[in-house]
Protein backbone atom coordinates (compact mmCIF):
# COMPACT_ATOMS: atom_id res chain seq x y z
CA UNK A 1 0.00 0.00 0.00
CA UNK A 2 2.50 2.64 0.94
CA UNK A 3 4.38 1.97 -2.14
CA UNK A 4 1.40 2.06 -4.36
CA UNK A 5 -0.56 5.62 -2.53
CA UNK A 6 2.08 7.23 -0.23
CA UNK A 7 0.61 8.68 2.47
CA UNK A 8 3.12 11.56 2.59
CA UNK A 9 6.46 12.26 0.95
CA UNK A 10 8.89 14.72 0.62
CA UNK A 11 8.98 16.46 -2.66
CA UNK A 12 12.49 18.21 -4.14
CA UNK A 13 15.66 18.68 -1.46
CA UNK A 14 16.12 22.32 -0.02
CA UNK A 15 13.90 24.16 -0.10
CA UNK A 16 11.42 21.39 -0.45
CA UNK A 17 7.22 20.58 0.55
CA UNK A 18 5.31 17.86 2.14
CA UNK A 19 2.96 16.17 -0.15
CA UNK A 20 -0.04 13.86 1.75
CA UNK A 21 -2.69 12.18 0.97
CA UNK A 22 -5.90 13.96 2.29
CA UNK A 23 -7.65 11.34 4.33
CA UNK A 24 -10.42 13.31 5.19
CA UNK A 25 -11.18 12.83 1.44
CA UNK A 26 -11.27 9.39 1.19
CA UNK A 27 -12.41 6.96 0.29
CA UNK A 28 -14.76 9.12 -2.48
CA UNK A 29 -11.51 10.50 -3.94
CA UNK A 30 -8.01 10.08 -3.45
CA UNK A 31 -6.48 13.44 -3.42
CA UNK A 32 -2.81 14.56 -2.37
CA UNK A 33 -2.35 17.70 -1.24
CA UNK A 34 1.04 19.99 -0.44
CA UNK A 35 2.01 21.75 2.31
CA UNK A 36 4.97 24.53 2.18
CA UNK A 37 4.39 26.61 5.22
CA UNK A 38 3.96 24.88 8.74
CA UNK A 39 0.69 26.63 9.33
CA UNK A 40 -0.44 24.20 6.69
CA UNK A 41 1.11 20.94 7.52
CA UNK A 42 -0.59 22.49 11.26
CA UNK A 43 -4.09 22.34 9.86
CA UNK A 44 -3.17 18.90 8.06
CA UNK A 45 -2.46 17.69 11.06
CA UNK A 46 -5.75 19.28 13.31
CA UNK A 47 -8.54 18.52 10.43
CA UNK A 48 -6.75 14.90 10.07
CA UNK A 49 -5.76 15.16 6.86
CA UNK A 50 -2.72 12.85 7.86
CA UNK A 51 -3.72 11.19 11.33
CA UNK A 52 -2.03 8.32 13.06
CA UNK A 53 0.37 9.06 15.90
CA UNK A 54 3.12 7.74 13.84
CA UNK A 55 2.11 9.51 10.60
CA UNK A 56 1.64 12.57 12.46
CA UNK A 57 5.35 12.44 14.32
CA UNK A 58 6.58 12.12 10.67
CA UNK A 59 4.54 14.85 9.37
CA UNK A 60 5.45 17.15 12.23
CA UNK A 61 9.64 16.63 11.69
CA UNK A 62 9.32 17.33 7.71
CA UNK A 63 6.82 20.24 8.61
CA UNK A 64 9.54 21.63 11.00
CA UNK A 65 12.31 21.58 7.98
CA UNK A 66 9.63 23.70 6.30
CA UNK A 67 9.54 25.95 8.93
CA UNK A 68 13.28 26.18 9.27
CA UNK A 69 14.44 26.43 5.47
CA UNK A 70 13.71 29.50 5.00
CA UNK A 71 15.64 30.52 7.74
CA UNK A 72 19.15 29.71 6.53
CA UNK A 73 20.47 34.10 6.39
CA UNK A 74 19.65 33.91 10.71
CA UNK A 75 21.99 33.95 13.31
CA UNK A 76 23.13 31.09 14.95
CA UNK A 77 20.58 32.34 18.19
CA UNK A 78 17.66 33.80 15.51
CA UNK A 79 17.89 30.44 14.40
CA UNK A 80 17.69 28.55 17.40
CA UNK A 81 14.71 31.10 18.60
CA UNK A 82 12.58 30.21 15.08
CA UNK A 83 13.65 26.21 15.80
CA UNK A 84 11.62 27.04 18.71
CA UNK A 85 9.21 28.42 18.06
CA UNK A 86 8.24 26.22 15.06
CA UNK A 87 8.60 23.20 17.46
CA UNK A 88 6.38 24.19 19.87
CA UNK A 89 3.44 25.18 17.24
CA UNK A 90 3.41 22.08 15.81
CA UNK A 91 3.20 20.50 19.12
CA UNK A 92 -0.31 22.46 20.00
CA UNK A 93 -1.80 20.43 16.66
CA UNK A 94 -2.59 17.57 18.82
CA UNK A 95 -1.87 16.26 22.43
CA UNK A 96 -2.33 12.54 22.63
CA UNK A 97 0.31 10.78 20.34
CA UNK A 98 2.78 10.72 21.64
CA UNK A 99 4.93 9.82 18.30
CA UNK A 100 4.18 13.68 17.75
CA UNK A 101 6.38 15.37 20.46
CA UNK A 102 8.81 12.14 20.61
CA UNK A 103 9.75 13.27 16.46
CA UNK A 104 9.76 17.28 17.59
CA UNK A 105 12.67 16.15 20.08
CA UNK A 106 14.90 14.59 17.94
CA UNK A 107 14.50 17.24 15.39
CA UNK A 108 15.50 19.85 18.71
CA UNK A 109 18.23 17.57 19.54
CA UNK A 110 19.75 17.51 16.33
CA UNK A 111 20.40 21.69 17.12
CA UNK A 112 21.48 20.92 19.99
CA UNK A 113 24.31 18.75 19.06
CA UNK A 114 25.39 21.08 16.59
CA UNK A 115 25.67 24.27 18.29
CA UNK A 116 28.78 25.78 16.11
CA UNK A 117 27.33 24.67 12.79
CA UNK A 118 25.49 27.31 10.25
CA UNK A 119 22.11 27.29 10.15
CA UNK A 120 22.60 25.88 6.54
CA UNK A 121 24.27 23.11 7.73
CA UNK A 122 21.79 22.72 10.52
CA UNK A 123 18.66 22.87 7.92
CA UNK A 124 20.53 20.14 6.04
CA UNK A 125 20.98 17.53 8.89
CA UNK A 126 17.15 18.68 10.07
CA UNK A 127 16.10 17.23 6.78
CA UNK A 128 18.15 13.93 7.16
CA UNK A 129 16.64 13.24 10.34
CA UNK A 130 12.91 13.58 9.36
CA UNK A 131 13.96 11.27 6.47
CA UNK A 132 15.74 9.06 9.13
CA UNK A 133 12.58 9.14 11.17
CA UNK A 134 10.35 8.14 8.11
CA UNK A 135 12.33 5.26 7.14
CA UNK A 136 12.81 3.95 10.66
CA UNK A 137 8.85 4.08 11.39
CA UNK A 138 9.00 1.85 7.84
CA UNK A 139 11.51 -0.63 9.25
CA UNK A 140 9.34 -0.55 12.66
CA UNK A 141 5.78 -1.22 10.75
CA UNK A 142 7.37 -4.29 9.01
CA UNK A 143 9.16 -5.85 12.15
CA UNK A 144 5.83 -5.34 14.20
CA UNK A 145 4.05 -7.17 11.42
CA UNK A 146 6.58 -10.02 11.24
CA UNK A 147 5.89 -10.70 15.31
CA UNK A 148 2.72 -10.28 14.91
CA UNK A 149 1.76 -12.26 12.21
CA UNK A 150 3.13 -15.23 14.63
CA UNK A 151 0.47 -14.50 16.96
CA UNK A 152 -2.62 -14.26 14.72
CA UNK A 153 -4.84 -18.25 13.64
CA UNK A 154 -3.81 -19.50 11.04
CA UNK A 155 -7.75 -19.48 9.96
CA UNK A 156 -10.44 -17.10 11.58
CA UNK A 157 -11.63 -13.21 12.28
CA UNK A 158 -9.67 -10.56 13.21
CA UNK A 159 -11.23 -7.22 14.64
CA UNK A 160 -9.73 -3.72 14.41
CA UNK A 161 -10.77 -0.86 15.49
CA UNK A 162 -9.76 2.63 13.49
CA UNK A 163 -7.02 2.61 10.94
CA UNK A 164 -3.58 1.96 12.11
CA UNK A 165 -2.23 1.14 8.60
CA UNK A 166 -0.15 2.60 6.09
CA UNK A 167 -2.27 5.54 6.20
CA UNK A 168 -1.44 6.13 9.89
CA UNK A 169 2.65 5.34 9.26
CA UNK A 170 5.23 5.67 6.72
CA UNK A 171 5.27 1.96 5.95
CA UNK A 172 2.45 -0.49 6.36
CA UNK A 173 0.73 0.08 9.72
CA UNK A 174 1.29 -1.43 13.15
CA UNK A 175 -2.18 -3.52 13.51
CA UNK A 176 -2.31 -3.76 9.56
CA UNK A 177 0.78 -4.28 9.37
CA UNK A 178 0.43 -7.58 11.60
CA UNK A 179 -3.21 -8.53 9.65
CA UNK A 180 -1.77 -8.10 6.39
CA UNK A 181 1.96 -9.87 7.15
CA UNK A 182 -0.37 -12.66 8.62
CA UNK A 183 -2.30 -12.55 5.38
CA UNK A 184 0.71 -12.85 3.08
CA UNK A 185 2.38 -15.89 5.16
CA UNK A 186 -0.75 -17.72 4.05
CA UNK A 187 -3.05 -17.69 6.73
CA UNK A 188 -6.71 -17.40 5.86
CA UNK A 189 -8.05 -14.51 7.99
CA UNK A 190 -11.25 -12.07 7.64
CA UNK A 191 -11.00 -8.06 8.66
CA UNK A 192 -14.05 -6.85 10.91
CA UNK A 193 -13.34 -3.10 10.98
CA UNK A 194 -15.16 -1.09 13.45
CA UNK A 195 -16.81 1.92 11.61
CA UNK A 196 -15.03 3.99 14.48
CA UNK A 197 -17.51 6.67 15.24
CA UNK A 198 -17.52 9.83 14.62
CA UNK A 199 -15.07 10.24 12.14
CA UNK A 200 -15.20 6.72 10.36
CA UNK A 201 -11.54 5.77 10.00
CA UNK A 202 -12.46 2.50 10.40
CA UNK A 203 -15.08 2.35 7.56
CA UNK A 204 -13.64 5.02 5.64
CA UNK A 205 -9.86 4.18 5.94
CA UNK A 206 -9.04 0.56 7.32
CA UNK A 207 -11.45 -1.11 4.68
CA UNK A 208 -10.19 1.13 2.10
CA UNK A 209 -6.54 -0.10 2.71
CA UNK A 210 -7.98 -4.11 2.90
CA UNK A 211 -9.45 -3.36 -0.44
CA UNK A 212 -6.08 -2.57 -1.57
CA UNK A 213 -4.50 -5.65 -0.36
CA UNK A 214 -7.38 -7.78 -1.12
CA UNK A 215 -7.01 -8.87 2.22
CA UNK A 216 -11.43 -9.89 2.97
CA UNK A 217 -12.95 -7.40 4.98
CA UNK A 218 -16.20 -6.42 6.44
CA UNK A 219 -17.23 -3.14 8.15
CA UNK A 220 -19.42 -2.97 11.19
CA UNK A 221 -20.53 -0.41 13.18
CA UNK A 222 -19.11 -0.02 16.04
CA UNK A 223 -22.06 -1.54 18.32
CA UNK A 224 -22.03 -4.59 16.98
CA UNK A 225 -18.46 -5.53 18.10
CA UNK A 226 -20.41 -7.85 20.93
CA UNK A 227 -22.41 -9.58 18.58
CA UNK A 228 -19.65 -10.56 16.03
CA UNK A 229 -18.11 -11.34 19.05
CA UNK A 230 -20.57 -14.02 20.64
CA UNK A 231 -21.21 -15.27 17.48
CA UNK A 232 -17.55 -16.70 17.25
CA UNK A 233 -16.81 -14.86 14.27
CA UNK A 234 -14.00 -13.25 16.47
CA UNK A 235 -10.33 -14.64 16.99
CA UNK A 236 -8.45 -11.81 18.13
CA UNK A 237 -8.62 -8.01 18.31
CA UNK A 238 -5.53 -5.92 17.21
CA UNK A 239 -5.28 -2.32 17.25
CA UNK A 240 -2.69 0.55 17.19
CA UNK A 241 -1.92 2.53 19.90
CA UNK A 242 -1.44 6.59 20.46
CA UNK A 243 0.46 6.81 23.48
CA UNK A 244 1.37 3.94 25.98
CA UNK A 245 2.44 4.98 29.69
CA UNK A 246 5.01 2.64 31.53
CA UNK A 247 2.96 -0.04 32.73
CA UNK A 248 1.31 -0.59 29.69
CA UNK A 249 -1.53 1.26 29.62
CA UNK A 250 -2.49 2.32 25.87
CA UNK A 251 -4.89 5.25 24.82
CA UNK A 252 -6.12 4.71 21.22
CA UNK A 253 -8.92 6.02 19.65
CA UNK A 254 -12.07 6.10 21.79
CA UNK A 255 -14.24 2.56 21.63
CA UNK A 256 -11.14 0.80 21.85
CA UNK A 257 -11.76 0.28 25.72
CA UNK A 258 -14.89 -1.03 24.81
CA UNK A 259 -13.59 -3.75 22.05
CA UNK A 260 -11.08 -4.45 24.82
CA UNK A 261 -13.42 -5.00 27.88
CA UNK A 262 -15.91 -7.49 24.85
CA UNK A 263 -12.58 -9.45 24.12
CA UNK A 264 -12.24 -9.86 27.96
CA UNK A 265 -15.67 -11.13 28.53
CA UNK A 266 -15.63 -12.95 25.53
CA UNK A 267 -12.54 -14.83 26.22
CA UNK A 268 -10.58 -13.19 23.04
CA UNK A 269 -6.88 -12.17 22.75
CA UNK A 270 -6.51 -8.36 22.50
CA UNK A 271 -3.19 -6.91 21.35
CA UNK A 272 -2.02 -3.50 21.06
CA UNK A 273 0.65 -2.46 18.49
CA UNK A 274 2.79 -0.01 18.38
CA UNK A 275 6.54 0.86 17.99
CA UNK A 276 8.73 2.17 20.36
CA UNK A 277 8.11 5.51 19.37
CA UNK A 278 4.60 4.94 20.95
CA UNK A 279 6.29 4.45 24.46
CA UNK A 280 6.29 7.55 27.52
CA UNK A 281 7.86 6.18 29.73
CA UNK A 282 7.65 9.53 31.43
CA UNK A 283 3.88 8.80 32.59
CA UNK A 284 3.34 6.25 34.87
CA UNK A 285 0.45 5.06 33.92
CA UNK A 286 -2.89 5.64 31.56
CA UNK A 287 -4.65 8.15 33.84
CA UNK A 288 -1.65 10.57 33.15
CA UNK A 289 -1.95 10.38 29.51
CA UNK A 290 -3.73 13.64 28.09
CA UNK A 291 -6.63 13.14 25.71
CA UNK A 292 -8.15 15.38 22.76
CA UNK A 293 -11.01 16.94 22.58
CA UNK A 294 -12.14 17.82 19.80
CA UNK A 295 -15.17 20.09 18.41
CA UNK A 296 -18.99 19.15 19.06
CA UNK A 297 -20.02 19.42 15.39
CA UNK A 298 -18.21 15.96 14.40
CA UNK A 299 -21.09 14.49 16.07
CA UNK A 300 -23.49 16.74 15.84
CA UNK A 301 -22.99 16.99 12.50
CA UNK A 302 -21.01 14.81 11.07
CA UNK A 303 -20.20 14.78 7.36
CA UNK A 304 -22.38 17.44 6.84
CA UNK A 305 -25.92 15.77 8.07
CA UNK A 306 -27.21 17.44 11.66
CA UNK A 307 -28.13 14.51 13.93
CA UNK A 308 -27.90 16.55 17.01
CA UNK A 309 -30.52 19.32 17.99
CA UNK A 310 -29.00 23.23 18.54
CA UNK A 311 -28.37 23.17 21.68
CA UNK A 312 -27.78 20.14 23.53
CA UNK A 313 -24.44 19.12 25.27
CA UNK A 314 -22.11 17.00 23.55
CA UNK A 315 -18.78 15.65 24.69
CA UNK A 316 -16.38 14.06 22.23
CA UNK A 317 -13.08 12.90 23.44
CA UNK A 318 -11.28 11.37 20.58
CA UNK A 319 -9.54 8.41 22.80
CA UNK A 320 -9.71 6.22 25.32
CA UNK A 321 -7.37 4.56 27.32
CA UNK A 322 -7.44 0.84 27.99
CA UNK A 323 -5.91 -0.97 30.87
CA UNK A 324 -2.80 -2.94 30.53
CA UNK A 325 -4.68 -5.54 32.44
CA UNK A 326 -7.03 -6.20 29.53
CA UNK A 327 -4.03 -6.22 27.12
CA UNK A 328 -2.76 -9.93 25.95
CA UNK A 329 0.13 -8.69 24.21
CA UNK A 330 1.63 -5.46 22.90
CA UNK A 331 3.28 -5.78 19.66
CA UNK A 332 6.65 -3.73 19.05
CA UNK A 333 9.47 -3.88 16.30
CA UNK A 334 11.54 -5.38 19.54
CA UNK A 335 9.22 -8.40 19.86
CA UNK A 336 5.96 -8.90 21.73
CA UNK A 337 5.57 -7.75 25.44
CA UNK A 338 3.49 -10.14 27.08
CA UNK A 339 2.10 -10.60 30.97
CA UNK A 340 1.78 -6.64 30.27
CA UNK A 341 3.28 -4.76 33.52
CA UNK A 342 5.59 -1.67 34.31
CA UNK A 343 8.34 -4.65 34.64
CA UNK A 344 7.72 -6.29 30.94
CA UNK A 345 7.46 -2.99 29.30
CA UNK A 346 10.83 -2.01 31.24
CA UNK A 347 12.35 -5.05 29.99
CA UNK A 348 11.47 -4.13 26.40
CA UNK A 349 11.41 -0.64 25.97
CA UNK A 350 13.79 0.71 28.68
CA UNK A 351 13.44 3.01 30.96
CA UNK A 352 14.14 6.33 29.70
CA UNK A 353 11.56 9.18 29.05
CA UNK A 354 10.13 9.45 25.61
CA UNK A 355 13.09 8.43 23.77
O1 LIG B 1 -7.58 10.49 15.49
P1 LIG B 1 -6.70 9.57 14.70
O2 LIG B 1 -7.31 9.10 13.43
O3 LIG B 1 -5.31 10.17 14.50
O4 LIG B 1 -6.52 8.30 15.63
C1 LIG B 1 -5.65 7.29 15.20
C2 LIG B 1 -5.64 6.09 16.07
O5 LIG B 1 -6.27 6.03 17.08
C3 LIG B 1 -4.70 4.98 15.65
O6 LIG B 1 -5.21 3.75 16.06
C4 LIG B 1 -3.33 5.20 16.30
O7 LIG B 1 -2.83 6.47 16.03
C5 LIG B 1 -2.34 4.19 15.87
S1 LIG B 1 -1.79 4.46 14.21
C6 LIG B 1 -0.64 3.31 13.81
Known amino acids: MADIH ?6 GELPGKLRMIDQTRLPEKLVEIDCETVQQVWDAIKRLS ?13 GTVIGMQGEMGLSRSDFNSKLTAVTNHLASSRPTAVNLFWALERMKKIAEETTLAEPAEVVTRLLAEARAIEFEDREMCAAIGQFGAELMPDDGG ?34 FADETRPLLQGARLTSWECQQRNVPVTVICDSMAALVMREKKVHAVVTGADRIAANGD ?20 FYVAAPSSTFDMSLASGNLIPIEERARDEISHGFGKQTVPDGVDVWNPAFD ?3 AELIAGIITERGVISSVSTASVQAMI ?3 RRH
Open 250 to 269: AANKVGTYSVAVLAKAHGIP
Open 321 to 323: VTP
Open 158 to 191: ILTHCNAGGLATAGDGTALAVLFAAAEAGKQIHI
Open 350 to 352: GSS
Open 6 to 11: KTQSWI
Open 50 to 62: VRGAPAIGVSAAY
